[in-house]
């Protein structure tokens, strides 16, 4: 038993290797966490329309997911004959690979992710904001039109979007005074999380945040690329099977990251009463993502001109100001202090 | 970030006479866009590209196709394509007699079917001259104002549905009125022993009276429908997403939905003060002072509006009538015992009631036979349809979706 | 702007407030939670007379009446074993489930009583002719009940102009 | 019909009676008169029916086209009139005066086939392009019973 501690430790010791297995732990809580989120995502939507949702597979349905996951399994893998045939089949995995690998610099330990940067919150940004590519991939090479419609209306979001989301995460860096993500929730120790400490532009930073990725994540009322009521199914029109699983995932997946950051940034992490730890990161995140389903499941969409507006002539300023604001406070605590 | 159109504040828009009829000046006389623009000649911003919508599309309400020119993403010509569900029924009706014929045209407009039979059955009546007893009048005003209520249900449903899809709180909504419609049909379903096709009407009068205690629970359901209302209002009237994606959509020219023929509430949130419950009352209408309500910005939040104040208007005249159902019989002609019982005189009619959509008429010719030689049913579908030309240009495809899911149109009265 | 955004906030409070409502679908087809009224009409009956014969007597009202034109009757006169009178039978009776509008023509015309609908479904079939009733078919389903309100007779009483009593519909 | 419209017809037709199902207009001046109900206020189209009358002994065949209009508002009423052709004859469209028209007198070409004069864009509506005959005509075979459905 020792010795399997001991080489445990030892691999501890070496960076690259304790990259690796925290990197693969992680990515596989956080698919099950995923498949979880849909299950609850059909129960609480069936929940809010009065409905039962899955009920048959599994106690309350839970074992639904899975059953979905085999059926899309088996489906025949449709290749519409007037897609570029290589692109086509090549953007599901890379949704699925930049999803995924922006898990490794988000921790959800106090020991640190499988790769604790220095810049941690910018690199998580970067990564994710790079879906973009792929969905552009995937709405070109359907050579469909509303697959193309889509993946417009899909870059022309994230790139506005990706603005306010920047500068809204940076509140919290100027603040902790650090981009790492593990000194950022350090900097929160003692209930001083960002939301609500200092009071004002922390909470409309997390606010700004939020709305900002819930249109990263192409979440309603900001889902416009997918709009199934009006583009079809978007970018992913000529998908099906596990390819359009690999989207579907990739989309919880982006959620559930998306709420680890804004935990990570704004509610102090795995800071919390009693012991601190992974219970609570998971549990501020879990509690992120079902209000961005409860938000989902209640509202309707923008306009994608309506959206770009909103974002140019709100969220943008308002994030410069709340940046100065911070930098501002900053300077009259360090003063203080 | 579009804010609050103006003319839905309370204030009296200036007014433009036009034949006698008061318009509201701000969307009267609009331009018109060339409904058959050659699309060669038109010289686009963006780059131009032809989308077909439909008829395999989520939000063509069944099977519309429509042909959309697009400049980047606003449309600069749209040309519907309808008769997806063309099911001859005029030609049916043709080779029917007045027994048989009723339960055809609930196929038509299978969200109310009611105004449908009511508007055939009443040509009949016309024709032969019989005046259906009290009883049978208040009974069909009653089911006539539920079947309005039931398809108003549906029209928000969808509608909501059209903006926030079927995965978001479109469907939420469209699941709340799903739960109301069900109540008041399962009223109908009491009465009529079906949900959807009654045949519940006949010639002279109504196939059923009221069962036993059905009165309580008209009265409780609409107490209940009335409380959910509020529900849907929270969720639409005030949501500022809901007003972004309707205010200022898709203004109808007042002039130009008349002169399409357009009718219902498609009308009147174009500032037309018409309804032919008021206007020419038929059944137990002229027994109720029908309050219309009328809104003037003629944008697809007025249509909105103008359907929720229907509803509204629809429960109160259910509860005043349902609580005194004159006592009598409910048919005026001896119930048929085979497929002639009825003996049509010659004659010509044309008969319009004020369906949920508009003015659904029928217009028969007799020549004395057992079954007439023409029978034209007049549906308001397809004149809201046939609006989408004008509405759709400088729209973009989101817009379209929402100003087509304003009209209510039901393609299987459109296509008949 | 900001009243807008408040308003908003409505919405989630509604849909907040039905999380914990009653659920209203019916699980079909393990559980139905609400029953058809006794009005329903899905199938269809052929009922006896008080002898215990096929209450039908070949007339075609109803072959001549369905819009849909899917009822065959082929009847034939003969003698009863149990009074001894003679009437016409039919020999069969054809009813086309696939085609029906359920529009209750047929039980509105019927003389002696004898169709009738049913407030229960007949089984799914896994082909057409499992949808084409027989007369063997419909009287097996009139021993089975599940019988609607409306007689031929109830319907036209309910109808009649002459009627007295306001208050029709009773079962 | 109101007195208004009723005047109308007497003048502009030369009728003693207007019966209520409406005159026979002829058809080089049914826009004339349309356009003039258009300005009495008959701004709201409601039908244009065509009705095939086949040949019979006394009568050869022939086409009516019936329309309606509605004055909309308290106290609406209908104008009604009709329009008779022979079976090679057309009739000039209304689908200017009414935007309405337009779909109407194509539903009506495409069912009954008339011919309608200056349409801008007279195809079928309500059946494919390549459909054959008109089915609302009455030597239109009828519906034949398949028994048992097939």
């Given at each position: 038993m020792s010795r399997v501690l001991d080489a445990l430790r030892m691999i501890w010791e070496i960076g690259w290797l304790r990259g690796l297995v925290v990197g693969f732990v992680t990515l596989t809580v956080v698919m099950l966490i995923a498949a979880f989120t849909i299950w609850f995502e059909r129960k609480w939507s069936g929940r809010m329309q009065n409905r039962p949702g899955p009920t048959e597979r599994g106690y309350g349905g839970w074992l639904q997911i899975f059953a979905d996951f085999f059926k899309l399994l088996q489906k025949e893998n449709l290749t519409p004959t007037a897609t570029d045939r290589r692109l086509f089949d090549f953007v599901p995995p890379i949704v699925v690979f930049v999803v995924l690998s922006s898990l490794a610099v988000v921790p959800y330990v106090p020991q640190g992710p499988a790769a604790d940067a220095s810049v941690g919150v910018l690199l998580a940004l970067a990564i994710s904001s790079l879906m973009v590519f792929p969905v552009w991939a995937a709405g070109w090479s359907s050579n469909n039109k509303w697959a193309l419609l889509g993946a417009m209306r899909a870059v022309a979001q994230s790139i506005s979007y990706e603005i306010p989301l920047v500068l809204s995460a940076l509140v919290p860096v100027i603040l902790a005074g650090s981009f790492r993500l593990t000194e950022i929730v350090g900097a929160q120790a003692d209930w001083h999380w960002f939301a609500f400490w200092p009071p004002g532009p922390g909470l409309a930073a997390f606010v700004l945040f939020y709305l900002s990725s819930l249109a990263e994540a192409n979440?309603?009322?900001?889902?416009i690329p997918e709009a199934e009521s009006e583009l079809v199914a978007g970018a992913t029109t000529e998908y099906g099977g596990m390819k359009f699983g690999m989207f579907y995932l990739g989309e919880y997946v982006h959620t559930f990251v998306a709420s680890s950051l804004a935990a990570l940034l704004f509610f102090g992490g795995w800071e919390g009463p009693g012991p601190d730890g992974l219970h609570w990161m998971l549990a501020k995140a879990l509690i992120l993502t079902a209000s961005v389903i409860h938000v989902r499941w209640t509202l309707v969409r923008y306009r994608s001109d309506q959206l770009l507006r909103l974002c140019w002539t709100y969220f943008v300023p308002a994030a410069l100001v709340l940046v100065f604001a911070a930098g501002l406070w900053r300077i009259l605590a360090g003063g203080l202090a | 970030m579009v804010d609050a159109h103006p003319s839905h504040e309370p204030v009296a828009p200036a007014l433009v006479e036009v034949s006698g009829l008061s318009l509201p000046a701000a969307i009267t006389h609009l331009p018109r866009p060339d409904p058959y623009l050659n699309v060669e000649d038109y010289e686009p911003e963006a780059d131009a590209m032809a989308l077909n919508m439909g008829p395999q599309h989520p939000s063509t309400h069944g099977v519309l196709r429509l042909k959309l020119f697009l400049d980047g993403e606003i449309c600069f010509k749209a040309v519907p394509y309808v008769g997806y569900l063309h099911r001859g029924v005029e030609k049916l009706l043709e080779n029917r007699t007045a027994i048989q014929s009723v339960p055809y045209v609930d196929k038509n407009d299978y969200v109310s079917p009611l105004t449908g039979e009511l508007a055939l059955v009443m040509a009949y009546e016309a024709l032969l001259d019989v005046e259906p007893p009290p009883r049978a009048q208040v009974l069909r005003t009653i089911l006539m104002e539920l079947q309005r209520i039931a398809s108003h249900h549906l029209w928000l449903g969808t509608f909501c549905l059209d903006m926030g899809g079927a995965l978001g709180g479109g469907s939420s909504v469209f699941l709340y009125n799903f739960r109301e419609r069900e109540l008041i049909l399962d009223l109908l379903e009491a009465l009529t022993g079906q949900r959807m096709h009654y045949n519940a009407l006949m010639v002279g009068g109504n196939r059923h009276d009221v069962p036993p205690g059905w009165e309580e629970k008209v009265l409780a359901t609409m107490d209940r429908v009335e409380d959910r209302l509020a529900e849907y209002e929270a969720m639409t009237v005030d949501n500022h997403i809901f007003r972004s994606r309707t205010v200022g959509v898709g203004v109808l020219d007042p002039l130009l939905a008349l002169e399409a023929g357009a009718g219902g509430a498609n009308l009147r949130a174009s500032g037309v003060d018409h309804d032919l419950r008021r206007d020419a009352p038929y059944a137990a209408y002229g027994q109720v002072d029908v309050r219309i309500p009328v809104e003037t910005a003629g944008d697809c939040y007025a249509r909105f509006l103008v359907r929720i104040a229907e509803m509204r208007e629809a429960i109160r005249i259910v509860r005043l009538l349902v609580s005194g159902i004159?006592?009598?019989?409910?048919?005026?002609?001896?119930?048929?015992?085979?497929?002639?019982a009825v003996k049509l005189p010659p004659g010509e009619v044309y008969v319009g009631i004020e369906s949920p959509r508009g003015e659904l008429g029928t217009y028969l010719i007799s020549d004395g036979s057992p079954i007439p030689v023409r029978v034209k049913i007049r549906p308001p579908s397809l004149h809201a349809v046939s609006l989408l030309p004008y509405l759709c240009v400088g729209a973009t495809v989101s817009d379209i979706v929402v100003i087509l899911g304003s009209l209510d149109p039901i393609l299987g009265e459109v296509d008949r | 702007m900001m009243r807008a955004w408040i308003d908003t906030l409505f919405a989630f409070s509604t849909t907040l407030r039905n999380v914990g409502r009653r659920r209203v679908t019916e699980p079909l087809p393990w559980k139905r939670l609400r029953a058809h009224p006794e009005?329903?009409?899905a199938g269809f009956a052929l009922t006896d007379d008080e002898h215990g014969e096929v209450a039908c007597i070949a007339c075609k009202a109803c072959e001549n009446v369905c819009p849909s034109g899917i009822i065959r009757v082929e009847g034939e006169r003969r003698e009863s074993p149990v009074t001894g009178k003679k009437r016409a039978y039919p020999v069969s009776f054809v009813l086309d489930m696939n085609a029906c509008i359920f529009c209750e023509l047929c039980v509105q015309v019927c003389p002696s009583d004898a169709i009738r609908m049913r407030t229960a479904w007949t089984i799914p079939g896994t082909s057409r002719e499992d949808q084409v009733l027989t007369l063997e078919r419909l009287r097996a389903n009139a021993r089975e009940g599940h019988l609607s309100w409306a007689t031929p007779g109830r319907l036209r009483a309910m109808q009649d102009p002459e009627r007295k009593n306001g208050e029709g519909g009773e079962p | 019909m109101p007195d208004d419209v009723l005047a109308l017809f007497r003048t502009r037709l030369g009728l003693e009676e207007v019966p209520p199902e409406g005159p026979f207009v002829p058809p080089e001046t049914l826009p004339d008169i349309v356009a003039a109900l258009k300005e009495m206020g008959f701004l709201l189209f409601l039908y244009c029916a065509a009705t095939h009358w086949p040949a019979t002994e006394n009568r050869p065949e022939a086409f009516t086209v019936a329309y309606g209009l509605r004055r909309p508002g308290p106290g609406s009423s209908t104008a009604r009139l009709r329009v008779r052709i022979p079976a090679d004859g057309s009739i000039p469209t209304l689908s200017g005066l009414f935007a309405g028209a337009d779909w109407q007198e194509r539903e009506q070409y495409d069912l009954v086939g008339i011919h309608f004069e200056g349409h801008p864009d007279l195809r079928r509506l309500m059946l494919p392009e390549d459909w054959e005959g008109h089915p609302l005509r009455k030597d239109y075979a009828i519906d034949t019973h398949h028994f048992p459905w097939r």
């Open positions: 979440r309603i009322p900001f889902d | 004159p006592e009598g019989p409910i048919g005026a002609l001896k119930p048929p015992r085979h497929v002639n | 009005r329903y009409r | -």
